[in-house]
């Protein structure tokens, strides 16, 4: 399959996704455990997905170079940029509390007091966050995840640009198959979050499915976005490799976000937590399986296996 037409699926299947998370609070009343226990596990696949297979293709693509192209500091120069930028987004932004509607009118977002036995309470946190100001902040934050997206899948299948047919070694395997999975299990919290925020401010029922839907448009923006950027660049392949990297740094920092707040400060489920953590760092290796196929014996990084300025050279 071509790069064009697995980005083209991904995309089309990351929109439904996040339109059903848009809907779930007028369909589903979830509770803060529920809520919680998922973000766990889609914390292990984002940290799993950004440490295992993107900074690691990133790398990968660096040590095939033969100093051919970016270093390896400049590498990870860019998954510390990312984690930064996206730290900062949280942090001036504030949209990243993922919490079930009855939590958000609250002046504290820990109605679970009473089933931790130490009664220790999280600090303090207020919610008068617009749903405006989300929407803004979270788009931010899925043009940057369909950024990761599209560098991944042309990191899995040396295209640049996006034409053509795969190459042999990425025809058994599913490019960019780990952070489609991050994405699209992190997507239904962050459409979740927006309507549930203009729910409780009150909006008209069909503007509320506009903005869900409008949201849900942002992943093939982000992936467009990476495409231009390919093109225009100099070297694409060097282009490709950086921005998987700094998109790497996103995908652990959102982890961080989402799962350190609850294992520090709630003792209650504190074993329940932790597994699904583990649980969701396999399955972010297993994902590197599909992603693999049959092509164990080649390179994944768009340096390794293509020269933007001439013909491709066998690996070594």
Known sequence: MSATATLALYCLVILLISVG???VPSLVRLTHRRMQLALCLVSGVMLGVGMIHMLGHAAEAVV???????????????????????????????????????????????DHQGSDASGEEAPRTTHRLGWIGAFIGLTVHTILAGIALGAAVSSG????????PAPASAASGLAGFGVFLGIVLHKPFDA????????????????????????????????????????????AATFTTLALAFSAGTFICIAASDVLPELQFHKHDRVAMTCMLVAGLAIAWGSGLLEEG???????????????TGPSRPSP
């Open 64 to 110: 095939h170079a033969h100093g051919e192209g970016v270093s390896m500091h400049t590498v990870m120069l860019a998954a510390v940029g990312g984690f930064l930028a996206m730290f900062l987004l949280e942090r001036f932004f504030c949209f990243h509390h993922h919490e079930t509607p009855d939590e958000y009118g609250r002046a504290s977002g820990n």
């Open 294 to 308: 049959g092509h164990h014996h080649h390179h994944h990084g768009p340096v390794s296996d293509m020269d933007v």
């Open 192 to 235: 979740f979050t927006i309507v549930a925020l203009m729910q409780r401010s009150g909006r008209p029922r069909l503007a509320v499915h506009l903005v869900n839907a409008i949201f849900a448009l942002v992943i093939p923006l982000g992936v467009l976005l990476f495409v231009i950027g390919a093109d225009l660049a100099s070297n």
């Open 21 to 23: 998370g848009g809907l």
């Open 157 to 164: 299948t040396s295209e640049i640009p996006f034409d053509g």
